[in-house]
C-alpha cells in the first residue's frame, strides 16, 4: 500500500461533503489514519486541494471552488467542505 499524503488523509475523510473544523480533521486524521498534523499543516493541506494536480488526482471539478469555506454558527473558527462530483471513486 502506497504511503498516504497529508491531502489522501483530508480527501478520504472529507469526500462525503460534510463541514468540519481544523480540529475535526485534526481528531479525524489521527484516529483514521495514525498521523498527527498542526492547524497550519491542514490548512495548507486544504489550499493544496485546489491545485490542478490534486484536483485531477482526486477528479475533482477542474474550474470553480472546491473547497468551501463558512464561519461556524457556536464559536470561533470556520468550516470547510469538499465539494466532490457525483460519482466519486474511492482512492484506497
Not at 483530508?10 to 462525503?16: A, R, T
Not at 483514521?32 to 493544496?48: N, P, Q, V
Amino acid at each position: 500500500m502506497k504511503k498516504m499524503t497529508l491531502t489522501d488523509c483530508l480527501y478520504e475523510i472529507m469526500k462525503d461533503g460534510g463541514w468540519f473544523t481544523f480540529w475535526e480533521l485534526q481528531d479525524r486524521i489521527s484516529n483514521s489514519f495514525d498521523k498527527f498534523y498542526g492547524e497550519a499543516t491542514i490548512s495548507a493541506g486544504l489550499r493544496k486541494l485546489r491545485n490542478y494536480e490534486e484536483r485531477k488526482k482526486y477528479n475533482l471539478k477542474e474550474y470553480g471552488e472546491v473547497v468551501d469555506k463558512r464561519s461556524r454558527l457556536a464559536g470561533k473558527g470556520y468550516e470547510y467542505k469538499l465539494n466532490v462530483q457525483t460519482g466519486q471513486q474511492d482512492l484506497f
